[in-house]
Each structure stands twice: as C-alpha cells, then as structure tokens.
T-cell receptor
Framework: DTGVSQDPRHKITKRGQNVTFRCDPISEHNRLYWYRQTLGQGPEFLTYFQNEAQLEKSRLLSDRFSAERPKGSFSTLEIQRTEQGDSAMYLC?????????FGSGTRLTVV | RKEVEQDPGPFNVPEGATVAFNCTYSNSASQSFFWYRQDCRKEPKLLMSVYSSGNEDGRFTAQLNRASQYISLLIRDSKLSDSATYLCAVTPYDKVIFGPGTSLSVIP
C-alpha cells in the first residue's frame, strides 16, 4: 500500500491520559501535515513538516500537543493530559507539491 | 471572518439535476485552489484543482474568480454516488486551508 497510513484508526482514552498517533506518509513526499476535524467542520490545520523540520504550528496547537518527524519519514502527534474537547478526527496528509493525500485518520474519543 | 467560507447546505437535489457550490476566501495571497470530496466518516479526497482559466473534469466544472476571491464547483447530471461533503480549499502560503464544507444529498 503506497498511501498515507495512520495508526491507530480509533482511540478511546480517559480524560487526563496521554495519547500518541502515528502517520506514515507516501515515501517520496517531503511534506507532512497534521489536521484536526470535528463534526460539521472542515479540517483545521495543526502543524506541518518539510522533511524533519517543523515549519509551522497553529495557535490551535496548545502546549499539550507535540509533533515530531525525527528522520523525515513517519511522524507522531502526542496529546498530553487529554481533555474532552480534544475528541476529534486527527488527519495526516502528505504532499510533494500541490494537493494532499490524506490518511484515513485517527478518531479520538476522550471520555 | 473565516479564511474560507462555504454555504454548509445541505443541498438536496434529485438525480440528474445540476447543482452549484460557491466558496469565498479572504487571503488575496492565495495561490492554489482545490475542491475536495469527503464521504461520511472518511478522509477528504482531492476532487480537482481549480485554475484561473476554469477547468472541467467530466460532469464537474470548477471556476476561479481572483478579483472577487470566489471559487465555484458545478456538478451536472447528479448521480446518487455524488452524495458527499464538498470542501473548498485554498493555499495562501505553504499549507491548505479548508472551508467547512457543503453537504450534498442526491435523491432518487
């Protein structure tokens, strides 16, 4: 499969726990993006990487959120001390130039 | 004002109808424009890029008006399988900004 892969597909966690999501982009894509989507809204930009460098972080990304792309390949998004408001679909996308390819997303439910 | 705005709908149209979606964007520095399709509980998928001269892909036609900062998508001869949410997206710098999406239901 040469698409964007995200793991896990679903995650249910208790409030206050930490969670980590993984994204494996298309191998030749040097840009990797994280978005968050809630019901009835479009995807909201969180952060993006060009190779291993994190070039931009949204104001939506509080200090509880951290993302890494250590070797310029896969990326992780960690949320510490989860809150109910963090419940959403977390989407990863990769690109080489214009136009993204999205992964299937990780659906997070904080109870 | 949101960077990208769309009428959320829903648009309920009969099979075979023509339906048009509109989108406005606020950042005049936007360089690239797209329409994405998103099925329920699935990831967005690129439907088509939008070029200044307008472009067509089968039953789908996209138009861009840079002066008015306005993008449109026209779907002709609607099929049941066109039922989805259509997301307008623009790239002002290095990232894509999405609108909230317009929901389309094509009814038999």
């Amino acid at each position: 499969d040469t698409g964007v892969s995200q793991d896990p597909r679903h995650k249910i966690t208790k409030r206050g726990q930490n969670v980590t999501f993984r994204c494996d982009p298309i191998s030749e894509h040097n840009r990797l993006y994280w978005y968050r989507q809630t019901l009835g809204q479009g995807p909201e930009f969180l952060t993006y990487f060009q190779n291993e460098a994190q070039l931009e972080k949204s104001r939506l990304l509080s200090d509880r959120f951290s993302a890494e792309r250590p070797k310029g390949s896969f990326s992780t998004l960690e949320i510490q001390r989860t809150e109910q408001g963090d419940s959403a679909m977390y989407l990863c996308a990769s690109s080489l130039s214009d136009g993204y390819t999205f992964g299937s997303g990780t659906r997070l439910t904080v109870v | 004002r949101k960077e990208v705005e769309q009428d959320p709908g829903p648009f309920n149209v009969p099979e075979g109808a023509t339906v048009a979606f509109n989108c406005t964007y606020s950042n005049s520095a936007s360089q690239s424009f797209f329409w994405y399709r998103q099925d329920c509980r699935k990831e967005p998928k690129l439907l088509m890029s939008v070029y200044s001269s307008g472009n067509e892909d089968g039953r789908f036609t996209a138009q861009l008006n840079r002066a008015s900062q306005y993008i449109s998508l026209l779907i002709r001869d609607s099929k049941l399988s066109d039922s989805a949410t259509y997301l307008c997206a623009v790239t002002p710098y290095d990232k894509v900004i999405f609108g909230p999406g317009t929901s389309l239901s094509v009814i038999p």
